[in-house]
């Protein structure tokens, strides 16, 4: 159980585009969802965290208007970012947390992230 | 301020025992959390400690003083897959984790 899945597992753009990024929990319930990103041999930076219906807090030096969330339901969070640039190249992993086998849980459930080139 | 220490990388022999260490500060405290990380996949869940004392799953235990704001992961026995980085994170008052920068562990045969 607990099992969180990423869509693409990885995507390469153009600079100047939009790329959609979608994070699903797939059998359990997930009040709060969270996007990181990590660099290369760095850890993972936490960029937003999202409750269902409600809009996401975003950490300090993360635009929200470049990196937009959407927590429209229990199950789905998308991370689009917009206008990307080369430095937005990066892995991008979000993780959620919520109600699974048959409890709440603070445990966060990592999805196998998705990595993002920009050229 | 809110803060994970951990070393930044170890070295260890197959077959060996291993012990990473973290020292945490954080705003309230809701539990100490161990996650591996092989190169370019995501974190996966190892451990969660919310009392002091050790627990232990298989090879792997960890351990938790709240007084010392001080943990760390035991790995025995160790295999070359136990090659990757070992996160810890505490959970403040929020309910949200604090990453240390991990410490990438280095399994030789």
């Known amino acids: 159980g607990a099992v969180v899945s990423q869509h693409p597992s990885w995507v390469i753009c153009k600079s100047g585009t939009s790329v959609k990024i979608e994070c699903r929990s797939l059998d359990f319930q997930a009040t709060t969802m969270f996007w990181y990103r990590q660099f290369p041999k760095q850890s993972l930076m936490l960029m937003a965290t999202?409750?269902?219906?409600?809009?996401?807090?975003?950490e300090q030096g993360v635009e929200k208007d470049k990196f937009l969330i959407n927590h429209a339901s229990l199950t789905l969070s998308t991370l689009t970012v917009t206008s990307a640039h080369p430095e937005d190249s990066s892995f991008y992993i979000c993780s959620a947390s919520g109600s699974a086998q048959g409890g709440f849980s603070y445990e966060q459930y990592f999805g196998p992230g998705t990595r993002l080139t920009v050229t | 301020g809110q803060n994970i220490d951990q070393p930044t990388e170890m070295t260890a022999t197959e077959g060996a025992i291993v012990q990473i260490n973290c020292t945490y500060q954080?705003?309230?405290?809701?539990?100490l959390f161990w996650y591996q990380q092989h190169a370019g996949e995501a974190p996966t869940f190892l451990s969660y400690n919310v009392l002091d004392g050790l627990e232990e799953k298989g090879r792997f235990s960890s351990f938790l003083s709240r007084s010392k704001g001080y943990s760390y992961l035991l790995l025995k026995e160790l295999q070359m897959k136990d090659s990757a980085s070992y996160l810890c994170a505490s959970m403040d008052s929020n309910y949200q984790l604090i990453w240390g920068a991990g410490t990438k562990l280095i399994i030789k045969p």
């Open positions: 999202s409750n269902e219906g409600s809009k996401a807090t975003y």
């Open positions: 954080t705003s309230g405290f809701n539990g």
